[in-house]
């Protein structure tokens, strides 16, 4: 257990509102990572943070934006949620103790929009 | 770019048989290999890794060799139980932009019965 929650656990929402989701790590990991699940795709990286204030985007990165004001919150962002946004989101967490290589994950939000 | 293949489920078995599920990669450089499992309803938990060419990873009976000559990273277990029953993700970690890329496969559902 590396000590990651994830808040909300579930979310049903509408199109267009904005949508937070948070990670919250307890053990002092230097980067942290958010991802959605959807069948027949795996995990797919949206964003990914090195340090506090510090993030870049991955893959699917569009309609999303993070923050990390806190080593130990990552907050997620959809600044007005479609349908396709519609998923499972997962936060890891890797480095500081454990090596950079090996990322550990949180319980996961399931988010609906409507 | 860099990507992993893994079979396609559900994988149906009895208890007590012996599992294999199949996982290759293409990567530049000499990726780290990871198997997780994610039960129903939770997150992914790290199974078993392997971080260079030839190493064995294993954990609760299951068991993975890093192959780089036929770039594969196949799961088995000997014996499997109902409580397997849980969807298998084959992964890979790569040092890309600047910090470690988890890539996935699409998962592979096992489904075990009594």
């Known amino acids: 257990d590396a000590g990651i929650t994830q808040s909300p656990r579930h979310k049903v929402t509408e199109t267009g509102t904005p949508v937070t989701l948070r990670c919250h790590q307890t053990e002092n990991h230097r980067y942290m990572y958010w991802y959605r699940q959807d069948p027949g795709h795996g995990l797919r990286l949206i964003h990914y943070s090195y340090g506090v204030k510090d993030t870049d985007k991955g893959e699917v990165s569009d309609g999303y934006s993070v923050s990390r004001s806190k080593t130990e919150d990552f907050l997620l962002t959809l600044e007005s949620a479609t349908s396709s946004q519609t998923s499972v989101y997962f936060c890891a967490i890797s480095g500081g103790g454990l090596a950079d290589y090996e990322q550990y994950f949180g319980p996961g939000t399931r988010l609906t929009v409507t | 770019g860099d990507s992993v293949t893994q079979m396609e489920g559900p994988v149906t078995l009895s208890e007590e048989a012996f599992l294999t599920i199949n996982c290759t990669y293409t990567?530049?450089?000499?990726?780290?290999l990871f198997w997780y499992v994610q039960y129903p309803g939770e997150g992914l938990q790290l199974l078993l890794k392997a971080t260079k060419a030839d190493d064995k990873g294993s954990n609760k009976g299951f068991e993975a060799t890093y192959r780089k000559e036929t770039t594969s990273f196949h799961l088995e277990k000997g014996s499997v139980q109902v409580s397997d029953s849980a969807v298998y993700f084959c992964?890979?970690?790569?040092?890309?932009?600047?910090?470690?890329?988890?890539?996935f496969g699409a998962g592979t559902r096992l489904a075990v019965h009594p």
């Open positions: 992964a890979l970690s790569s040092f890309s932009g600047g910090y470690n890329k988890l890539i």
């Open positions: 990567a530049t450089g000499y990726p780290s």
